[in-house]
């Protein structure tokens, strides 16, 4: 292995840090010794309408997976991240909102919020939501957007937020999963200059039969396109919240009650509802952002993610607004109207801490000093990389380039599941090394394990496994509390299993390496090869199909798609151009593949299981290290792929 290069904790930021490591040391040690007693103080952050008595009842144990914690306080979400911030702070600014065009923006208060969250949870209300529905939220990157979501908040409703960019087809399995009564967009999104059909995509959604919960569509205008109408089904938000009262007292919910549901690929089947509640949520993402940020009083924040994600749902709104943060919520993309773009936002609006994803980074990086030409970037005092793992020579051109060796950058390790962050350093307290995620935060007992479960110790490789549960753990998928079971505690009975591998260095830090199960990161973005290899196979000329996932310079992953052709069908380029549209189509422009591989046969063994991993080892080139193929029904198949593999375009 290359020397690893260390960037101890910097004299300027150690200063004024939150911690230091002797004082992470103590905190992570009473964490795990006494976590009763940890998470009691540390719950305390937020305000409880009813205080808790109770702090963890979690279980672990095979056939009895129950997670809860603050069990019976009582509190609202939204008048953590809003009300109690009115007294100090009503005045300022909760959300800065930068358009897609760099010359629209604007800035909303504490007040503001506030005041447009009851307008618009009355709205709600109005149309007939009530405590524990579920609300669809598939909208662009709009101040109402996280309106929306609060709103659900204060009146109890339970909030699905579907990313904007998924396809109708994706959209609806969410909805009739979920049975959402009632879906928020918009009329068009604006990204990078182009227009994207929201309500169109709702539309065709609700076209599908299998749709039959949802009883209205609520159309915030952002880009006045045209769009069609459903006199009895769908109704304009300035006209609604126009009419509709300032005053709505939030509802008093369990810590246990449902937040949120949010759906996320595994590597089986189609996505996971994942479900978080309240209480645990709030002081877990609260916490973790003022820890993770070094956040103090003042600071201008921007993380670059979309609210259809979690990494936009923890740090974008809830963990920031939690704390009385200003947030930046973007409606673009990076790069658009040149690629200078969040160079120039974080100038003009003195960004103090950003946090984006290692492909933002290795695309600026692949455009050299244009990413900052014209820029300062002074206002930066903190960096953070989240979604995949952050190769060292992007982590160290972040450094170099974008935070001017001045920035410690926090690479943030964790899933849509955990809802917050688990793994990260923290500016005062941790050493870093650039691909390293480093240590785990409060309460946090990360394990690496062998095949077979047995826990292993020193440095080593393994799988990542966390041995006990902390407050922001998902509870269960909505709906298929067998699959909760399954799918995380049944890999190594007696821990969360991540689904990553992972390797411990002689400090004891964790280095991700990647998913060992057979989802994709492209770009940041999770994804089942099931679900991508099941759209192929709809296509009427389709007969069979197998995705992987092959390295990618910006993407991170990228994906290579083996499909075989129904009897009678011929490869042609045009049949090549239609099957990635419909991919696009079938799930969105993200799950496009990159490489479309024509394969007269897959390898399979005798009882017909496809044997992947050799076909990652052809589509990477790699087929001198191929292993053992004599377990394969026909091990002819192979010299033809790889004979096949010369010709993929
Ligand atoms: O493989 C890990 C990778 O992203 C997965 C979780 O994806 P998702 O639920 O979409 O959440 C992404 C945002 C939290 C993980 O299983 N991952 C996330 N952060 C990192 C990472 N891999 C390496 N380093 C990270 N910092």
Not at 151 to 179: E, K, M, N, Q, T
Not at 259 to 265: A, G, N, P, V
Not at 358 to 375: C, L, N, Q, Y
């Amino acid at each position: 292995m290359s020397e690893v290069k260390v960037h101890p904790v910097k004299a300027h930021i150690a200063q004024n840090a939150l911690l230091d490591d002797t004082g992470y040391q103590a905190m992570y040690r009473q964490s795990i010794d006494n976590p009763d007693a940890f998470w009691g103080e540390q719950g305390k952050q937020i305000d409880w309408i009813k205080p808790y008595t109770k702090v963890k009842n979690t279980s672990y144990d095979p056939g009895h997976i129950s997670i809860k914690w603050f069990e019976d306080g009582t509190l609202n979400l939204s008048a953590n991240c809003i009300d109690r911030h009115l007294a100090t702070r009503a005045d300022e600014t909760a959300i800065i909102w930068e358009g897609d065009s760099p010359d629209e923006d604007k800035k909303v208060s504490y007040r503001e919020l506030h005041e447009q969250v009851c307008r618009f949870a009355n709205v709600l209300k109005a149309q007939g939501v009530a405590k524990g529905d579920v609300v669809g939220i598939y909208m662009p990157m709009v101040v109402e957007a996280a309106v929306a979501m609060l709103a659900c908040a204060r009146i109890g409703a339970v909030h699905s937020v579907v990313f904007g960019g998924f396809s109708p087809d994706a959209l609806a399995s969410r909805i009739i999963d979920s049975r959402t009564k009632v879906v928020i967009t918009a009329d068009e999104g604006l990204r990078g200059g182009r227009r994207v059909a929201l309500k169109a995509n709702v539309d065709a959604a609700l076209a599908n039969p299998r749709v039959d919960s949802v009883e209205k569509v609520i159309v915030y205008r952002r880009t006045g396109g045209d769009i069609a109408w459903h006199e009895q089904r769908d109704l304009w938000w300035h006209e609604a919240a126009a009419s509709a009262s300032a005053d709505c007292p939030p509802a008093e919910m369990n810590a246990e009650d449902p937040l949120f549901i949010l759906y996320t690929s595994g590597s089986t089947g189609t996505p996971k509802g994942v479900l978080h509640t309240t209480g645990g949520y709030l002081v877990y993402a609260a916490m973790t952002f003022k820890y993770v940020f070094d956040y103090h009083d003042g600071d201008i924040y921007w993380c670059t993610a979309d609210v259809g994600w979690i990494t936009g749902h923890s740090y974008l709104l809830y963990g920031p607004l939690a704390n009385g943060a200003t947030t930046l919520l973007f409606e673009g993309v990076p790069n658009y109207p040149k690629t200078n773009r969040m160079a120039q936002i974080v100038d003009k609006h003195q960004v103090n801490i950003l946090y984006t994803a290692p492909t933002a980074i290795r695309a600026f990086m692949a455009k050299g000093d244009e990413a900052v030409e014209g820029t300062s970037r002074s206002s930066l005092r903190i960096m953070g990389s989240v979604g995949e793992p952050i190769n060292p020579e992007a982590w160290e051109w972040y450094y170099r380039v974008i935070g001017d060796e001045r920035c410690p950058i926090v690479d943030t390790w964790w899933q849509t599941e955990t809802g917050g962050i688990l793994i990260t350093p923290l500016p005062g307290a941790t050493d870093l090394k650039p691909g390293s995620a480093t240590r785990p935060f409060f309460g946090v007992q990360p394990a690496l394990v062998d095949g077979e479960g047995k826990v292993l110790e020193g440095a080593t490789d393994g799988n990542l496994v966390i041995l006990d549960s902390w407050p922001g753990q998902m509870r269960t998928v909505f709906g298929d509390h067998d699959r909760f079971e399954q799918t995380y505690f049944s890999t190594f009975p007696g821990t969360y299993f991540t689904g990553d591998g992972a390797r411990r260095d002689e400090d004891g830090y964790y280095w991700i390496t990647g998913r060992v199960d057979d989802v994709l990161n492209v770009s940041g973005h999770r994804m089942g090869t099931a679900e991508i290899e099941s759209a192929l196979v709809a296509h009427p000329k389709i007969a069979e199909a197998a995705v992987v996932g092959v390295p990618h310079e910006i993407k991170g992953q990228g994906i290579y798609a083996y499909v075989t052709l129904n009897a009678g069908e011929v490869p042609s380029a045009e049949l090549h151009k239609e099957v990635k549209d419909w991919v696009r189509k079938e799930i969105g422009p993200i799950a496009t593949p990159d490489v479309i591989h024509w394969a007269e046969g897959l390898p399979k063994t005798r009882s017909g299981k496809i044997m992947r991993r050799i076909l990652r080892k052809i589509a990477t080139g790699e087929t001198d290290s191929l292993g053992d193929t004599s377990t394969l029904a026909d091990p002819a198949v192979v010299d033809r792929l790889i004979e096949e593999r010369s010709r993929v375009a």
